[in-house]
């Protein structure tokens, strides 16, 4: 994190997670568990989790009731980013997303590439605004469910993070 010159306070924020996968049960769907214990180690709070099936329907059914929802200002899915007929992650998002930020997929690669190389080429990790909430898609895998928060996300969700941050924007996300 870059110097904190104003000395912003922490402003904890809320959030959903959306586990998406056919065969992950609540007590084995790992990615999920790491990303709640994180949201939460790092002082935020978590509204809700869920688990869904690879169905573009049953996922943009879900985000859609985040979305709506006044308390929850991002989602982070972890699931479906891949390449295989089963991976509709990005094509569900493509649904309910009004602003892209293409910057948090290029990151996450990139931030992938040093780790596992040119397969980092196989996700398709997303991030856009709708309605005022963020999302994010992550891949399925512990590792990178764990690097997406450490490396990009916590710091993006703590407005003491300067030049900029995602909870400096809040307030403004509605604005027409």
């Avoid at 309605?131 to 993006?156: C, K």
């Amino acid at each position: 994190m870059t110097e904190n010159p104003g000395g912003a306070a922490f402003t904890p924020c809320t959030f959903a997670i959306l586990t998406i996968s056919d065969t992950r049960t609540p007590e084995t769907d790992r990615s999920g568990t790491i990303l709640a214990e994180r949201v939460v180690a790092a002082g935020h709070h978590l509204n809700e989790r869920a688990i869904v099936k690879d169905t573009v329907s049953d996922i943009v059914e879900r985000l859609r009731v985040w979305i709506e929802h006044p308390e929850i200002d991002a989602v982070i899915a972890t699931g479906g980013t891949g390449l295989t007929a089963r991976d509709v992650t990005p094509e569900a998002f493509a649904q309910v997303i009004e602003k892209e930020i293409p910057g948090f997929g290029e990151l996450f690669r990139m931030l992938s590439y040093a780790k596992i190389g040119t397969s980092t080429i196989q996700s398709r990790a997303l991030g856009g605004i709708a309605n005022g909430t963020f999302l994010f898609a992550l891949p399925g895998s512990t590792g990178a469910v764990a690097d997406g928060w450490d490396l990009i996300l916590s710091q993006q969700f703590d407005r003491r993070h300067r030049p900029c941050n995602f909870v400096d924007l809040m307030p403004r996300l509605k604005d027409v």
